[in-house]
């Protein structure tokens, strides 16, 4: 490991010599660079990979499961195969010997109760265990195949009961049948002494069914240790397994991985100089070299930063002094906005009223052209009058805020058409009004909006008596707004035009008017978060479209 620590060190570049910004010498990308590859192909080739360690580890845990499964499978086909012969082969046997035993008995109780009584119906026992006998017999030469002994004992048992048959029972039968009296004497001995030497060879079969079921029942208990064993053995083996593998997992990968992980965060803090040790796994040793060529990028990008952060002060003090330029004209503005709104009013006020009065006492005195220049005055001073009150309000949209309130569009709507009462009976007009919301905004700004849109359908009227129609409808989260009026319309060339403060499409002989009014609803809408616009794809008179920003209850009821 210090051999490997050797190595790392030396990837570090020298000071003076390689690091960023520190000379002509400078060098981001070069043989520093290159001694790290050369160094990570190095680390690569010196352990295993993950995914061989963990191949490794799939290969022995596979191995060990199909050991496992292998003995656990011959062990529970040993239980099986016990289990099968005690239960399915010789418990029954038994059982068929004990009922092959009743059929003899049986046979002997019917054969003896005929020949004591000669009455036929004693003879029934007899034929019911014949035919039991057969039935047992049969029954009993499948289940004791593999057992010779057993086989042995059941010919035994057969031959003794067929010559005892043949002895005396089918003897004393046709004897009674054909005398139609009882037997007594020495066949019933004889009979008696063949019935028990029968109940003997009965009862070798039945000793050598009992030998063979301990012996099974010895095996199946012997399958069952076996099993058990087997088991104890599985789980012994997969624990062991289990913590090897745990193990070498946590010396292999977790420790590597908990290094690597505590030097990215030192270097993640902020130090930098912090060289990154990596080890482990040859993955584990790829990313650390990542880490390590990253840290020494850092390094390099901290260099230019810092000449990017003497920049960022320098631009940083620019913008300092351009703003406070920029604090001082708008200073000059409001300062020029008192002037204007106070000192430059009163000239104004004196020029317009005393040729005011110089027309109503000098008209009709003089010529015509003193009139005419006359005239020409007192238009101009209200118009100079009027266009500086228009630049105030214009320049006020936004410098003086006020708290916004609920405010009813439809009740704006309704003061901005009283305040243009006379225009509006002059000019017989008549307006449609929709349903119009409630906005959050200040009052007398909206309604300068209404009045200069319904100012604007009033003024340019064609032929016929305006018409106006205002509506709204829900957009997303704004109100979209629409004023369509029957007039002479605009030219969809001058829709942005017409937005423009001073912009005029008409002779001002013609319309009256500064050329401010759609300029200022452009900024009020917009200073309320909507936009204003005209709708070009009207073709008979103007329609005006501007959106304000629903109230956050009906956004909120709409969801």
């Known amino acids: 490991m210090s051999g490997l620590h050797a190595e790392l060190t030396s990837t570090e570049p020298e000071a003076g010599a390689g690091q960023p910004g520190t000379g002509p010498g400078t060098d981001t990308g070069g043989a520093a660079t290159a001694r790290a590859r050369a160094m990570a192909a190095r680390l690569t080739a010196a352990g295993w990979p993950l995914r061989r360690t963990f191949g490794v580890g799939v290969v022995i845990v596979t191995v060990f499961a199909i050991a496992a499964i292998v003995l656990g499978g011959v062990a529970l086909a040993n239980l099986a195969s016990a289990r ?12 068929r010997t004990a009922q092959l035993e009743i059929a003899y008995l049986n046979q002997e109780t019917g054969v003896r109760g005929y020949a004591l009584t000669a009455r036929p119906t ?3 026992p007899y034929t019911q265990g014949l035919a039991q006998e057969q039935r047992e017999v049969s029954a009993l030469r499948r289940l004791l195949t593999g057992m010779p002994a057993a086989q042995a004992d059941l010919t035994q048992v057969t031959v003794r009961a067929g010559t005892w048959r043949a002895r005396y ?6 004897q009674v049948r054909a005398s139609g009296k009882p037997v007594t004497g020495a066949t019933v001995n004889q009979g008696k002494a063949d019935f028990d030497r029968l109940r003997a060879a009965l009862t070798g079969l039945q000793t050598d069914l009992a030998s063979e079921r ?10 069952a240790t076996a099993l058990n064993a087997i ?6 083996a997969l624990l062991v397994i289990l913590i090897v593998l745990a193990f070498s997992l946590e010396i292999s990968v977790i420790r590597p991985l908990s290094r690597l992980a505590a030097d990215a965060r030192q270097v993640a803090d902020g130090d930098f100089a912090h060289h990154v040790d990596p080890g482990g796994p040859q993955e584990v040793r790829t990313v650390g070299m990542d880490v390590n060529r990253m840290r020494e990028r850092i390094l390099a990008d901290l260099s230019t930063a810092r000449v990017a952060h003497a920049r960022l002060e320098v631009a940083h003090a620019s913008l300092e002094a351009r703003t406070e330029d920029l604090q001082r004209s708008n200073a000059e503005l409001e300062q020029f906005a008192y002037v204007a709104s106070h000192d430059l009013q009163e000239p104004l006020r004196k020029v317009a009223s005393f040729c005011q009065l110089l027309q109503r006492r000098y008209a009709g005195r003089l010529d015509e052209k ?10 101009g001073a209200k118009r100079m009058q009027q266009l500086i009150n228009d630049l105030l309000a214009f320049s006020r949209v936004g410098r003086t805020a006020q708290r916004r309130e609920q405010v009813s569009c439809a009740v704006l709507l309704a003061q901005a058409w009283a305040n243009l009462g006379p225009a509006v009976r002059a000019s017989h007009a008549t307006i449609e009004v929709g349903d119009l919301p409630v906005v959050l905004g200040e009052t007398s700004l909206l309604t300068a909006v209404f009045q200069n849109l319904l100012s604007n359908a009033l003024k340019f009227a064609g032929a016929d008596a305006p018409r106006i129609s205002v509506s709204a409808r829900r957009d997303g989260g704004h109100w979209l707004f629409s004023f369509a009026d029957n007039g002479i ?12 403060i001073f912009q005029r499409l008409h002779d001002k002989a013609a319309y009256p008017g500064t050329g401010i009014g759609l300029a200022m609803c452009r900024k009020i809408i917009e200073y309320h978060g909507g936009r204003v616009w005209l709708d070009t794809t009207v073709t008979s008179g103007a329609r005006f479209c501007f959106t304000l920003p629903a109230r956050p209850v009906d956004a909120e009821a709409d969801d």
């Open 214 to 223: 301990r012996q099974a029942v010895s095996g199946l208990n012997n399958s």
């Open 370 to 379: 003193a009139d005419q220049y006359i005239e020409h005055a007192v238009d």
């Open 489 to 500: 319309g605009i030219p969809a060339e001058y829709a942005e035009r017409i937005f423009v």
């Open 169 to 174: 029972a089918k003897p004393t039968i046709r």
């Open 231 to 236: 088991c104890i053995g599985i789980g012994l």
């Open 84 to 95: 099968d012969r005690v239960v399915n082969k010789i418990d029954p046997a038994a059982f």
């Open 122 to 124: 004693f003879l029934t």
